[in-house]
């Protein structure tokens, strides 16, 4: 469970199981954006900034919690 502080922003790095380069296909990027829009309608976030290099098993993320 993580502690949720309005306004906060966090900073992390999401790594594939196995480290497989998943990413490098397009469906795998489509699921994400899916996710992500998903769960923006039921959390409050924002993302700042998402770093991927193509082929690569990770994410970097910056994300911001909303002010309520």
Sequence with gaps: HRAYIPGGTFFFTVVTYGRR???QYETATEIL???????KQRFPFE???IVHARGSSSLH????????
């Design 21 to 23: 380069p998943l990413f």
């Design 33 to 39: 954006g899916d996710a992500n829009r998903e769960c």
């Design 61 to 68: 993320l910056d994300v911001a919690s909303r002010r309520s």
């Design 47 to 49: 993302i700042n900034a």
